[in-house]
């Protein structure tokens, strides 16, 4: 798990004990197992931290903390024994992390659900979308569905469709953005385009709708590889950032709506019965409403 340090002129094992609620002499021996790293870096228990430092904590402390199942409204648009399909809400983020333990997609799955998995971090959580990216999500209900649910992430056999609204009108139709991404090293909460210590990434888009007085396009992304802000990185990339993104976007967010990109379409074989599961969701409402502005003025 990333933290970014919200304080500065600190220890770290005082820092980190605090923030995670775990005990000072336990984070002491991961620092000493390397398991605990500042800006990608080794250091000492007694580093003092600086604000903005980017700190990464091994998954190894996830059973140290409790989470709690809170009654939150989820949308759940498919359910049998073994999985779930979620059309998560703008907002709202996906699991715990530290810092923010409440108010989780996964407080929430854990008050109305059972999970086999040991890991009460994550449970049942096979990919994640950003917070203020909508649309659907799979959830497994147990271990062994979740093995084979990854598996099937991991080989292309899930067909993920999302919908982006982008700043600039894309000339030509259809299009693939194939850049390796990896994290920002001059801002850790940022990925970026970079052949340093980045993974291959594959987005493909074709045009679904141009607004050229409001210099604007809809766009249908499928991925191919699911990195971390793959979709908002690479259209930023080409010139086509998504419009309202608060860390991308070339121009000041207009709304507190968060950027403009929805998971709108799922599809893959049920790892158990082998039927071809396939949901479509709707736009969020804020999403549409920009879409019927947009539509007045074309």
Request: glycine share 6%; hydrophobic share 35%; proline share 4%.
């Amino acid at each position: 798990m990333g933290i970014e340090a919200k304080k500065g002129n600190i220890r770290l094992d005082q820092y980190l004990s605090e923030e995670l609620e775990i005990s000072r002499s336990k984070i002491q021996k991961l620092i000493k197992e390397e398991k605990i790293l500042v800006n990608d870096k080794k250091v000492n228990a007694s580093y003092l931290i600086q604000l903005g430092d980017h700190i990464e904590v091994d998954d190894d402390l996830s059973f140290q903390i409790h989470i709690e199942s809170e009654d939150i409204p989820l949308n759940v648009v498919y359910e049998d024994e073994y999985l779930l399909v979620i059309n998560k809400e703008s907002g709202m983020v996906v699991h715990p992390a530290p810092g923010n333990y409440y108010g989780t997609m996964v407080n929430a799955l854990l008050y109305r659900f059972e999970f086999s998995s040991k890991d009460r971090i994550r449970p049942g959580i096979v990919h994640r979308i950003d917070k203020d990216t909508s649309g659907l999500l799979l959830v497994a209900k147990t271990d062994e569905v979740h093995e084979k649910l990854s598996e099937l992430i991991k080989e292309k056999q899930v067909e993920r469709i999302y919908y982006a609204l982008v700043e600039g009108i894309i000339p030509h139709e259809t299009g693939t953005v194939d850049a390796p991404i990896g994290r920002d090293p001059n801002n850790r909460q940022r990925m970026k385009v970079t052949d340093i210590n980045s993974k291959d990434s594959i987005t493909h888009f074709k045009v679904m709708k141009r607004y050229p007085k409001d210099h604007k396009t809809l766009i249908e992304c499928k991925l191919e590889t699911g990195r971390t802000h793959q979709i908002r990185v690479h259209m930023a990339y080409i010139g086509y950032p998504i419009y309202n993104d608060p860390v991308y976007g070339k121009t000041k967010q207009a709304t507190d709506f968060g950027q403009f990109l929805h998971s709108k379409k799922i599809k893959f074989i049920h790892p158990i019965t082998n039927q071809i599961i396939e949901m479509e969701t709707e736009l969020p409402l804020e999403f549409q409403q920009k879409l019927d502005e947009l539509d007045r003025r074309i």
